[in-house]
């Protein structure tokens, strides 16, 4: 029993000893083959790769002076060892001096320490206190950063007094046995190249494009005005579309007042037409037209329609996003249509049938057609009665049929029962929490 407490211990200080912390690698010596001090390590340059989820040190960049500092770079694989000082296994000689530090695309010390980051599983932007090396067959590796506290007292040479004093008060404390780290597979760099003022991307912008739209939102607006802009410069069109349409806004205009005119449309033509036409609608009237002009003439014609409707009715309300499909057509080609062409819908809760003038047939589902004969026209899939509602219909009528009837999206008509749109539930009750939020806000201030 002994034996194995002993091994276990054994295997956890082993275990212990292949990591380093880049704080403790700053205050080491840099010598050469014969023990003769170089100077500090200055920074740690980083081989990123699509296809390693961990990079590799590449470089060290070694300074020395004080007042007139003077750099060297040499390749980590001049690297003999890691202990109370960093060991090379070249000669003073082989190393040369240079006013400037060779320029590096991504540095530990640049990028990473005291940056903010965005941690991809907890979805938040975090600060880097250290970073949490692991010694791999002469490589070093980046496994952690750190964003507790004790990364922080660390860097400022106080962990020994600091871990001390809370021994005395409470030799169990959590600060003492626990570290805050977030695996490096989580992180997403945010820094910004200071000559070009662009992103840093690194092999996680897929994780970063998983966070749901929402988050994302919020996690760009915890970044300084500089990172946020350029780290929403990054995300691809439709992603910029979903998480900006989920800004309140205040926030999009903080954004649209930093990107051009070409980029601003690009984004208003990637968002759900409802929400577009919102956001045009509040902005002021030259704005919205500037940028009208800016977009495909088809898009900037639904656009132009819906704005022409009441905020607070069904016209306002919609969204031209839907599934129409010709009374002739087979359910085997509505199928393959829906496969096809609406990718990059949310969702399709319904699919709507019209004649050659796009009267409002009736409606089906997919569900129903899943469960149709192929061959059969689509028409003989439609429920028996279908809800409707009017362009000019309130916000509170829409809402009644809705709730009444339990379907998640109404058809709009106008009064020759042309299909114009739809309304979902989510964009009834954005519109309801709205005007919940009015009243709440003129009750508190006694109007």
């Not at 690009?266 to 977009?295: C, G």
């Amino acid at each position: 029993m002994i034996n194995n407490k002993l091994n276990l211990d054994d295997a956890r200080k082993k275990a212990a000893e292949m990591f380093i912390n880049f704080s403790a690698i700053l205050s080491m010596d840099v010598c050469d083959e014969d023990g003769n001090s170089l100077g500090k390590p200055w920074d740690i340059s980083l081989k990123i790769k699509a296809d390693e989820v961990y990079p590799k040190a590449e470089d060290l960049i070694i300074s020395e002076g004080s007042l007139k500092k003077k750099y060297a770079s040499l390749p980590w694989s001049a690297v003999s060892g890691i202990e109370n000082n960093i060991v090379l296994r070249v000669k003073r000689s082989d190393v040369k001096f240079e006013d400037r530090p060779k320029d590096h695309e991504f540095l530990l010390r640049r990028d990473i320490l005291d940056q903010q980051v965005v941690d991809t599983f907890n979805h938040k932007v975090r600060r880097v206190n250290d970073v949490h090396l692991l010694r791999v067959d002469h490589e070093l590796v980046i496994a952690h950063v750190d964003i507790g506290l004790r990364g922080l007292v660390r860097r400022l040479a106080l962990e020994d007094a600091v871990d001390f004093i809370v021994k005395i008060f409470n030799k169990d404390s959590g600060y003492l046995k626990e570290q805050d780290l977030v695996s490096w597979k989580h992180v997403q760099p945010v820094s910004l190249n200071p000559a070009s003022m662009t992103m840093k991307l690194s092999f996680t912008e897929k994780q970063l494009l998983s966070i749901p739209p929402a988050d994302l939102g919020d996690i760009i607006f915890d970044l300084s005005p500089n990172q946020r802009i350029t780290l929403f410069r990054t995300l691809d069109p439709k992603t910029k579309g979903k998480v900006f349409e989920n800004l309140e806004f205040e926030e999009q205009k903080m954004i649209l007042k930093d990107l051009d005119k070409k980029e601003a449309a690009q984004i208003v033509t990637n968002m759900s037409s409802d929400e577009a036409a919102d956001l045009l609608d509040r902005l002021a009237p030259d704005t919205s037209k500037n940028l009208l002009t800016l977009i495909e003439s088809s898009t900037a014609k639904k656009l132009s329609t819906l704005l022409g409707y009441s905020s607070d009715s069904a016209g306002g309300l919609m969204t031209t996003e839907l599934v129409a499909m010709p009374e002739t057509s087979t359910v085997e080609a509505t199928i393959e249509y829906i496969k096809n062409k609406t990718k990059e819908f949310e969702t399709v809760p319904y699919i709507y049938v019209v004649d050659e003038k796009n009267h409002l047939k009736g409606v089906t589902t997919i569900r129903r057609l899943l469960f149709s004969d192929p061959k059969d026209a689509i028409s003989k899939t439609i429920f028996p009665k279908t809800f409707y509602v009017y362009l000019n219909n309130s916000v509170k009528d829409v809402a009644y049929l809705m709730d009444r009837y339990k379907i998640s999206a109404i058809p709009v008509i106008d009064e020759n029962k042309i299909l114009h749109g739809i309304i979902t539930v989510d964009d009834i009750l954005s519109q309801v929490i709205s005007i919940a939020w009015r009243r709440r806000s003129r009750v508190s201030k006694g109007l």
